[in-house]
């Protein structure tokens, strides 16, 4: 079964993580080393941003 692509870019994970203070866990373990809280408090920053970008195009 092959991996399914990542729906955000390289750049804005890094850039969510530097913003919630565990890009140092990212840059010395890779993203598996993230605790799950982390990555779901990255998927609730990249919605917030989605919509704030969604709100800003209305």
């Known amino acids: ?13 890094e850039e ?3 913003e919630l203070g565990f890009y140092d866990v990212v ?3 890779g ?3 993230i605790k799950s809280r982390d990555a779901g408090n990255m998927v609730k ?4 941003m ?9």
Do not use: T
């Not at 920053?45 to 917030?48: G, L, Q, T």
């Open 31 to 33: 993203w598996g080393g």
């Open 45 to 48: 920053k990249a919605i917030e």
């Open 27 to 29: 840059q010395s373990e």
């Open 1 to 13: 079964m092959s991996r399914r692509k990542g729906f955000m870019s390289d750049r804005l994970k």
């Open 50 to 58: 989605a919509q704030q970008e969604l709100s800003r195009k209305q």
């Open 16 to 18: 969510i993580a530097k």
